[in-house]
């Protein structure tokens, strides 16, 4: 006996009329989102997903209209397992994952040819139906565990609505492949009200993929916006915007530490940085300033802070160091960029810099006081002769 009581008004053609409209709709909209972020975010292989299942039904739908045989119902079902395949590929794609397409096709493949070849043979629909069913259920299934790592390293609505949806779809795919059986509905009439029951619940989820899709490209697009605002585009520094930005949230992180506790501020200034541009041009300055980027760079750990300041003027921010750990980690900085030799249009060019180091004076000074600090002693090296480390006191 049926889990489901059957419904005798739902008609199936109309609710896989509804279901190829849906589809379509949610294409075109998913179409004009990958055309305008040209293709990023896997959102090419999402609107795949939802053409799949409109032309599929629209071919099924178009068949049977023109006096096609019953068996035409099994393209829509090779619509639904391609579209599953798509939607997982989507998924690693937006993750940055590996694709792994071959064995995605391969499953793919042997259910869309298993499929077709029960309507040649002219063996009952739900048999077609159970079996892309299920293995629909499984291309999906693949898609949640990096999903669910996703969501617990990153969190948000979108992710975690994303992951909900997929393993709705899972179940009900298993659950539409059993119950849709005459075996388990107990007639061939029943499982056919049955399975009308269950494309409500696909139309339902269809939308809710839509929508997880868009709230998780919005996210992507907002958070590229938000590094154009704290990222200097030049070095792919942080910059001081994005410096106070990410500083705030880790002191939301840890709030029981004042603005400053367990920071340790570097700032770092090009010396005569203004002959470089008069003597080699703009476009060799350029390059200097980014080279000195890609220095700082090495210079950090995963949890400091690279940053540009503005004009030739540098920033580091170590966590959880001493002072005499901070002063080495200063003097070695130096003296790399005093033995770099940058690339630049004009030819290699040498440079040195002149760094002013400020440990917190106590658990509460704030950060603005720190740089402050930290910006006299660089001073303070420049008129001691530059290419050289102060310590502020």
């Keep these: 006996m049926s889990p489901l009581v059957p419904l005798p008004h739902l008609h199936t053609e109309t609710l896989l009329t509804v279901y190829q409209m849906v589809a379509a709709l949610m294409t075109v909209v998913a179409i004009s989102s990958a055309w305008q972020t040209r293709g990023r975010y896997?959102?090419?292989?999402?609107?795949?997903?939802?053409?799949?299942?409109?032309?599929?039904?629209?071919?099924?739908?178009?068949?049977?209209?023109?006096?096609?045989?019953?068996?035409?119902?099994?393209?829509?079902?090779?619509?639904?397992?391609?579209?599953?395949?798509?939607?997982?590929?989507?998924?690693?794609?937006?993750?940055?994952?590996?694709?792994?397409?071959?064995?995605?096709?391969?499953?793919?493949?042997?259910?869309?040819?298993?499929?077709?070849?029960?309507?040649?043979?002219?063996?009952?629909?739900?048999?077609?139906?159970?079996?892309?069913?299920?293995?629909?259920?499984?291309?999906?299934?693949?898609?949640?565990?990096?999903?669910?790592?996703?969501?617990?390293?990153?969190?948000?609505?979108?992710?975690?609505?994303?992951?909900?949806d997929m393993g709705f779809w899972v179940l009900v795919c298993v659950l539409r492949a059993g119950s849709s059986t005459p075996w388990f509905a107990g007639s061939v009439e029943l499982s056919k009200l049955v399975n009308a029951q269950w494309l409500l619940l696909f139309i339902a989820l269809l939308m809710v993929q839509a929508l997880a899709i868009l709230l998780l490209i919005n996210s992507e697009l907002q958070r590229s916006l938000w590094a154009l605002v704290e990222i200097d585009p030049l070095t792919g520094l942080l910059n001081r915007r994005g410096l106070k930005n990410r500083l705030g949230r880790l002191r939301g992180r840890q709030s029981d530490k004042p603005d400053g506790a367990g920071l340790v501020v570097a700032m770092v200034d090009f010396d005569h940085f203004k002959s470089i541009n008069d003597r080699f041009g703009h476009a060799a300055g350029d390059a200097v300033l980014r080279g000195l980027g890609h220095l700082l760079l090495s210079h950090v750990r995963a949890n400091d802070l690279a940053v540009r300041m503005g004009g030739e003027e540098?920033?580091?921010?170590?966590?959880?160091?001493?002072?005499?750990?901070?002063?080495?980690?200063?003097?070695?900085?130096?003296?790399?960029?005093?033995?770099?030799?940058?690339d630049t249009p004009a030819g290699p060019i040498q440079a040195t810099v002149s760094i002013g180091v400020a440990m917190p004076r106590s658990e509460a000074e704030d950060l603005d006081a720190l740089l402050g600090r930290a910006d006299s002693a660089l001073y303070k090296a420049k008129r001691e002769g530059r290419n050289r480390v102060e310590q502020a006191f």
Excluded at 107 to 124: E, K, N
Aim: zero cysteines; a positive charge.
């Design 42 to 164: 896997g959102l090419w292989y999402w609107a795949g997903a939802f053409a799949v299942v409109a032309l599929a039904q629209l071919i099924r739908s178009t068949g049977i209209a023109l006096g096609g045989p019953p068996s035409m119902l099994n393209i829509g079902h090779v619509g639904g397992v391609l579209s599953s395949a798509l939607v997982l590929l989507g998924v690693r794609a937006f993750l940055g994952l590996p694709l792994r397409a071959r064995p995605v096709i391969v499953l793919t493949g042997l259910a869309a040819m298993t499929a077709m070849a029960f309507a040649l043979l002219s063996l009952p629909g739900w048999m077609s139906l159970s079996l892309t069913l299920l293995v629909s259920a499984a291309l999906r299934l693949w898609a949640v565990p990096p999903l669910v790592r996703a969501w617990r390293r990153d969190g948000g609505f979108p992710l975690l609505l994303m992951l909900l």
């Design 314 to 342: 540098f920033a580091v921010v170590w966590q959880d160091v001493d002072a005499d750990v901070a002063l080495n980690l200063a003097e070695r900085l130096r003296q790399s960029v005093a033995e770099a030799q940058f």
